[in-house]
């Protein structure tokens, strides 16, 4: 069975129940359902022992606005959708994704980072067969994430020895890369509207039905005809609007390239919880200057710091020597 069946989506379109409409798109060009199956190997986390984000602790009396696009609050930090390719790899494009938003809201510095490295590198995931969001984020912490352009993405898992990797790398070796602090749990519907106010866009796990691989544009969701792969999508929430009807969607950034939905988002209705999005979300705390910069400003204090020493040990030695007057 394609993906891109051009009679079903001409059935679901003519639907005036139908809250969205279907379409074709490069991503899955020639792609049979069978193979579209591979892409769900992905999970938010392989433990139950995250603390939660902070953002929990606002005031029960603070509101919620309505409606809220990180993307208009920061649209110098917008990225265009990744590609993800034939690959399982979500896990950790919308993980990187996630942290080079979090980097752009402190910094104002758009930087986009290497989910290819962690593809190729990281033994504690699967490569293209898929893997967890929460190991990602462990990566970030012990070993930072360096930029995409000293790691280019391709979407196919390559040889990588981790070792030979560090000591040649031209980012690794000039310590050109952005460490994780730690990462946070955001519970439910508020807990993940709170944490995308106060800290920028969060990530999620998405359970994926036929349909939404054909999503071109409106408020996604699930259709009684559509059936469920095995697995998750993780994908970046960046905000939520309520319509005039009282409905709510999501705003989501999906890696299926820019072709596919709305420029490579999609709208999902909140209230269908079939696809389990907003159950809970992942934020994380990362330093938004590499670590190469954090020594070099350290040196330039240290410089700062002992010319002061100098200054002031200069001038007391002049004190000394200044003659007694009668």
């Known amino acids: 069975m394609p993906v891109i069946d051009d009679t079903a989506i001409l059935v679901h379109n003519g639907m005036q129940s139908s809250a969205f409409q279907r379409g074709d798109n490069q991503f899955f060009q020639n792609w049979s359902m069978a193979q579209a199956k591979t892409l769900f190997g992905n ?33 110098h930090c917008v990225q265009p959708a990744v590609s993800q390719g034939n690959c399982s790899s979500s896990y950790a494009v919308a993980t990187l994704s996630m942290v080079s938003d979090r980097i752009c809201t402190q910094s104002n510095r758009t930087v986009q980072l290497a989910a290819q490295e962690i593809l190729d590198c990281d033994r504690n995931n699967y490569g293209c067969e898929g893997g967890y969001a929460t190991r990602a984020l462990n990566w970030g912490k012990r070993k930072g994430f360096i930029p995409e352009a000293c790691y280019p993405f391709n979407g196919t898992k390559q040889e990588c020895d ?18 994780v602090i730690d990462y ?34 409106g408020v996604y969701h699930r259709t009684d005809d559509s059936f469920k792969f095995n697995g998750q999508q993780i994908v970046k929430i960046v905000g939520w609007e309520r319509q005039g009807d009282g409905q709510e969607f999501w705003i989501v950034q999906n890696s299926f390239g820019a072709d596919w939905g709305e420029n490579g988002f999609v709208r999902v209705l909140a209230s269908d919880k079939s696809t389990g999005l907003d159950f809970y979300g992942l934020g994380v705390a990362v330093y938004p200057y590499t670590v190469a910069e954090y020594y070099a400003s350290q040196e330039e204090y240290q410089k700062k710091a002992n010319a002061a020493a100098t200054q002031e040990t200069d001038a007391e030695i002049d004190l000394d020597a200044t003659p007694a007057t009668a």
Not at 45 to 66: F, H
Not at 189 to 199: A, M, P, Q, S
Request: aromatic content about 12%; charged content about 30%.
């Open 43 to 75: 999970s938010l986390s392989d433990t139950p022992n995250i603390s939660p984000c902070k953002s929990k602790d606002a005031s029960p009396d603070e509101l919620l606005p309505e409606q809220y696009d990180w993307r208009q609050q920061f649209p």
């Open 162 to 179: 981790p070792e030979e990797h560090f000591d040649t790398n031209e980012c690794r070796v000039n310590n050109y890369f952005y460490k």
């Open 184 to 217: 946070c749990l955001a519970q439910d519907d508020t807990g993940i509207k709170r944490e995308i106010l106060r800290n920028g866009p969060v990530i999620a796990q998405m359970v994926v039905y036929t349909d939404f691989l054909t999503y071109k544009e």
